[in-house]
């Protein structure tokens, strides 16, 4: 039976949900409280630069086809995908590190930077293949209803991946500082210290080495265009401009509607893809499932300070993605989820996707974009902002060799405040809430809500978790739930 439904926010995991309720016959409705759909994932275009203000990694691009296969439609019927080569940089202090397209080329580097490391590299990313086989076919499609869900023939000999963690596994097989640093990498995309994170995880090293890195030309945005062109298709109806401040319960605890820019209607089935915090504070105090002591126990992945950089000359001695490593991890781990601060000297991240991308620069021109993960929660000011902008320049220009300052034609900024008022983010969250032992799968906050009837959430605080895949994924689990229970 067709459902009148409700979905809160835009992003890519309630385009996800919109475009698999719809495809089973819902009237479904999108409300965005900005003017552009996307969530987290916007573009900036700014004198003919383009920049992605939120995701600018394309992994996994399985999970991608597998989203778009499900209605019959591939990736390439929307947008042009490009594989990159080199993947990524790791700049050090004394030498930068080129990771390649392929593990041949990789395991290549590895044996010029630690003589012998070639074969367990081989060992180890064979083990993270088949972390990631039981994951994406096993694990991350199980909507988080159960501890039960966790145990399978295959899962069952995995119990120590989950004991362990990343950061052990790696240095068991490897002692050079900076292989190690590139090995525990990928982890930092779940939220949380490869010390914290499980060795299952190790999979995000075969999303990494195995997989590739990928290029949506014209940038990652065009995926959120392509989604929004799908469900259009799909009968999706999309307002911007939407702010949903209240969600209507009755004396039976079931939903009755939303209120959306001062106006009330009627919905019996609502899904919010918003801050799943912030979309609780939308509900009268007992129709809450989780206390605001609940949150503060959480282990939330960083918030992020952001650049997008126009600059007039193209640079030198850089690639498409960036890893700026020549500072201490550990301290900087420390700084973020030990004690909370801004860092001391701070490790960052480049990209510059004009470098292969001629569509998000003029010509001779680089679109930069620079972010320094923080503590979620930090003071932010215009003051700490621009002096961290100098620090980061001054240390992207030596490590560079070159002068980039001169040629900065403009900058704009995107930081706590603005995650906190542009996507009501829980203490300026940039990724959700991590994937430590103990927020991995039922315990994380449900997608389904325990106290109010036909009331669902989805996105990067539920399951299965932060990161653009998961968020995917997430959409057609809690889709599935509505279609199961409502």
């Known amino acids: 039976m067709s459902k009148k439904i409700a979905v809160i926010g835009s992003g890519f995991s309630s385009l996800s949900a919109a475009c698999y309720l719809a495809q089973a016959g819902n009237d479904v409705t999108i409300y965005e409280k900005n003017d552009t759909v996307g969530g987290r994932a916007r573009r900036l275009i700014k004198d003919g630069f383009t920049f992605d203000i939120g995701p600018s990694w394309y992994w996994m691009p399985d999970i991608f086809e597998r989203f778009f296969a499900d209605f019959g439609k591939k990736p390439s019927d929307y947008y042009q995908l490009d594989k990159l080569s080199p993947a990524y940089t790791v700049v050090f202090k004394d030498e930068t590190i080129e990771i390649g397209d392929n593990l041949e080329t990789i395991k290549n580097t590895f044996e010029r930077i630690e003589p012998g490391s070639s074969k367990p590299l081989q060992q180890f990313i064979d083990k993270a293949e088949e972390n990631y086989e039981i994951a994406i076919k096993n694990l991350v499609y199980r909507p988080g209803e159960s501890p039960l869900e966790l145990v399978t023939p295959q899962t069952a000999k995995k119990v120590g991946a989950f004991l362990s963690n990343v950061s052990r596994d790696v240095r068991k097989k490897f002692t050079n500082p900076k292989l190690v640093s590139i090995l525990e990498f990928p982890v930092l995309f779940l939220g949380a210290t490869p010390q914290n994170t499980p060795s299952f995880y190790n999979f995000m090293n075969y999303a990494d080495f195995g997989l590739g890195t990928w290029h949506p030309k014209g940038g990652m945005y065009e995926v959120i265009v392509a989604m929004e062109k799908l469900a259009k298709e799909l009968g999706v109806t999309i307002n911007t401009n939407a702010a949903v401040s209240e969600i209507q319960v009755d004396d039976k605890n079931q939903t009755t509607g939303i209120v959306v820019n001062g106006k009330q209607l009627d919905y019996k089935t609502v899904l919010s893809g918003a801050d799943y915090h912030h979309s609780e504070t939308l509900l009268p105090q007992k129709n809450r499932q989780y206390s605001e002591e609940y949150w503060k126990k959480k282990t939330f992945a960083p918030s992020s300070l952001i650049f997008y950089v126009g600059f007039d000359k193209k640079l030198k001695n850089i690639q498409h993605h960036n890893l700026f490593f020549d500072t201490d991890f550990e301290k900087h781990a420390h700084e973020i989820y030990e004690d909370a601060k801004w860092p001391e000297d701070p490790l960052f991240y480049a990209n510059f996707t004009s470098l292969t991308d001629d569509s998000t620069a003029p010509e001779g021109c680089e679109n930069g974009f620079f972010l320094i993960p923080l503590a979620p929660g930090l003071e932010d000011t215009p003051e700490l902002r621009e002096k961290y902008f100098d620090i980061i320049m001054k240390r992207f220009e030596k490590r560079t060799d070159q002068n980039v300052t001169n040629h900065i034609l ?77």
């Open 410 to 486: 403009f900058k704009e900024s995107f930081c706590v405040n603005d995650f906190k008022s542009e996507y009501n983010s829980y203490k300026g969250n940039a990724y959700g809430m991590a994937n430590t032992l103990l927020q991995t799968a039922f315990l994380r906050p449900n997608l389904k809500s325990k106290k109010v009837k036909n009331l669902y959430f989805t996105g990067q605080l539920t399951v299965p978790g932060p990161g653009v895949p998961p968020s995917l994924i997430s959409g057609k689990l809690v889709a599935d739930l509505i279609k199961k229970y409502s």
